[in-house]
């Protein structure tokens, strides 16, 4: 999938930044071939709902559970 935008969804931030290393290893591995770029991180639901609206991205990396609406709540969003 070339220039994919991807999201990362999770309320705990040391799970965002290790789904941030672990994009960037995937990229340095792959080199050219992965063409994904992280246009955002969001802490909760309502965040990724606002993020989503404005930068629709392609691949959301969402943790199921958050609290006040879970993951699957959002994805049916």
């Not at 705990?12 to 050219?32: F, T």
């Not at 992965?34 to 943790?63: R, T």
């Amino acid at each position: 999938m070339a220039n994919c935008k991807i999201l990362i969804v999770d309320d705990e931030a040391p799970a965002r930044r290790r789904l941030v290393e672990l994009i960037g290893d995937v990229q340095a591995e792959m080199q050219s071939a992965c063409q994904c770029e992280i246009v955002g991180e969001a802490a909760g639901a309502q965040e990724a709902l606002d993020i989503i609206a404005q930068l629709e991205p392609d691949i959301i990396l969402l943790d199921v559970q958050m609290p006040e609406m879970t993951g699957l709540e959002l994805a049916q969003h």
